[in-house]
């Protein structure tokens, strides 16, 4: 079990500002764009990058960092880590540009767990999420707008595992429960704080089944 230190609050600018980001699954294997134009990929100063990582390592929060990777067709994966343990395991999870991964931690940390005791009476044991980085477009459509997943700033989070046993789905809670949709709403209030961009079930029928997490443009809170 962590002993958390505690996040400073951070306000990281990206230097390139991206559209916002559709979902459609986190799979690494999705599509590459058809087009290949020419993209500029967000990137953080040296100092912001060790600024990020230090906040992690204060968190306690266990991460690898990764090598800055182009893929092709404008996809890239930079200033990235990939998240071990954020005091809870997570699932599923590729790169993460570090100023997201420091900011899910964060949720992860002061309003996932403290969420699933308060309502759900539970403690929270594992998050599932569909992924992060994808080299596809906005909800997965073969032309069109890079989504922020292709950046490796964006990631879906599905599913939640409790201590006694219950797996708490977006898709099964949106409209489930009283107590798993008081869970669920209070996690997605909690994110539009965090996150540029949040959009859930209520967003549209592509987003039935997660909770899309970005830093790309914003605020946007759906």
Sequence with gaps: MFVRRG??????PLI????LAGCGGGSERARIPEKEPIYETPRLSERELRQCMADLRAAEVKYDPLPDRNFGGGCSAMDSVKLLDVGVPVANLGAMQCP???TF???????AMPAARKFLGSELVKIETMGSYA????NGASTGRLSEHAFANAVDVAAFILADGRRVT???GWHGSSDERAFLRA???SACKRFQTVLGPDYNRAHYDHLHFDMGRGPYCR
């Design 7 to 12: 996040f400073r609050v951070l306000w990281v």
């Design 16 to 19: 390139a500002s991206v559209m």
């Design 100 to 102: 997201l991964a420091r």
């Design 105 to 111: 931690a964060q949720w992860a940390f002061y309003a």
């Design 135 to 138: 080299c596809r477009n906005v």
């Design 170 to 172: 977006v898709t099964s």
């Design 187 to 189: 996690l997605h209030q």
